[in-house]
């Protein structure tokens, strides 16, 4: 379990309230109302922990680029997490302790080029969560990965999934 301060504690819990409220007032499924509420959550996902999760994973090219020109990706889009979250709590509603549990992992980062981000959210347009999570996306991208241990980011190494494994050069520091 990942310990969250004060006012990520009190994010989390705005956003269960968020998905409740949109799960249970739009069960006819409107989709200009649910896209309003997907984008409020979203952001929220985003204002819990901007740069997300550090897995400590960097791509190849990421090492080889001036730090400016590389940012942290959230490897399941948050848009894409704010859907799941939705559609997860309209079939099987889940607890406000789940979300706590489970939010790091779905705001799991990777640090790379913005290019490589660029062409991340591109790909990532059309993709479901299942195949976030199978990091299709950065094999369609042909990202490869390495294990960068660092001092100045704090790292969440157990959030490290096998598909993003199969990702990591053999040569990869760890």
Known sequence: MINYTDKQYDMVEALFDMVK???LKNKSSDSRYEYAWKRQISNLIFDIKGNGYSTGLVSK???KTN?????????????TVAEYLISKFKNKPFTLEWLQNNFPKLATTIF???KENGRLSFITRNMTLT??????HYI????KLIHVPSKRVKKFPQLVTEQME???DSHSIK
């Open 131 to 136: 195949q976030l999570m199978k990091m299709e």
């Open 140 to 143: 369609e991208a042909g990202i």
């Open 112 to 114: 790379v080029t913005q």
């Open 21 to 23: 409220t949109v799960s």
């Open 67 to 79: 730090k400016p020109y590389c940012v942290s990706d959230h490897v399941y889009s948050r848009g």
């Open 166 to 168: 199969t990702l990591v």
């Open 61 to 63: 090219s990421a090492l």
